[in-house]
């Protein structure tokens, strides 16, 4: 058993696009509204074709899961927050973890922690993206 952050944004597709440009998300798959299976839903239910009723993605090799708010309602993330961590002897791992970061940082996510020793970790680095979700890489 694991547990995977799932995730409600206001525009999910804006928000795995996002990721997908400068956070490196892969294996993106997205459920839509319009999907075959949601035809037959009751009219109260039913969204607009382009609504994100589920999808997945993964960074860092780690797997999330999204979709939008029901009728798109704006929503704060603040306090969302996803943690990578690696074993700092691992040089690929640190490098991986560098390089997630900095792309992060030049596609516009705010630092609150510049990349780098702390009293707790040797290599731990923490920003905020587009969507009021904080994401750290911490070395262990």
């Known amino acids: 058993m694991k547990a995977v952050q799932y995730f409600n944004f206001q525009n999910s597709k804006a928000a795995l696009n996002f990721y997908e440009k400068h956070l490196g998300a892969t294996d993106i798959k997205r459920i839509t509204g319009g999907d075959e299976m949601f035809k037959d839903m009751p009219e109260e239910f039913q969204v607009d074709p382009d609504f994100t009723m589920n999808a997945s993605f993964k960074i860092l090799g780690e797997s999330f899961y999204c979709s939008d708010t029901w009728k798109n309602k704006k929503i704060d993330n603040s306090g969302a927050v996803v943690t990578f961590t690696f074993d700092n002897s691992n040089e690929a791992d ?8 900095d792309k ?23 920003f905020n993206d587009p969507f009021g ?3 750290m890489v911490n070395a262990e």
Request: charge should be negative.
């Open 104 to 126: 992060a940082v030049e596609g516009g996510c705010e630092v609150t922690m510049p990349l780098g020793a702390t009293e707790w970790s040797e290599f731990y680095g923490m």
């Open 94 to 101: 640190k490098a991986a973890a560098k390089a997630f970061f």
């Open 133 to 135: 979700v904080t994401w």
